[in-house]
């Protein structure tokens, strides 16, 4: 099932100032929702907003937090088992 993927990069700045995020996104062809961020993670390292938002083609959604999704990009390159 395809899958869109959304992340954002924030820069770090002085908490007073206001911040303007960039947000990526990008559709993924991937087996669950947890797999394509995932491979979003493993394109995009710089990515580094706090959750991980992903749509799948039913409309079905999922939000998972950033250190997770690093995990499983871990486990999909063999760095985990």
Do not use: Q
Not at 20 to 48: C, D, G, Q, R, T
């Amino acid at each position: 099932m395809k899958y869109k993927v959304e992340g954002c990069i924030v820069p770090s700045v002085n908490p007073k100032t206001l911040v303007i995020a960039k947000p990526i996104s990008k559709w993924y062809e991937a087996e669950s929702h947890f797999e394509a961020a995932a491979m979003f993670i493993l394109e995009n390292p710089e990515v580094n907003d706090k959750t991980i938002l992903v749509v799948g083609e039913d409309y079905s959604l999922g939000s998972y937090p950033l250190e997770n999704v690093k995990w499983k990009a871990d486990y999909l390159c063999g760095l985990r088992w």
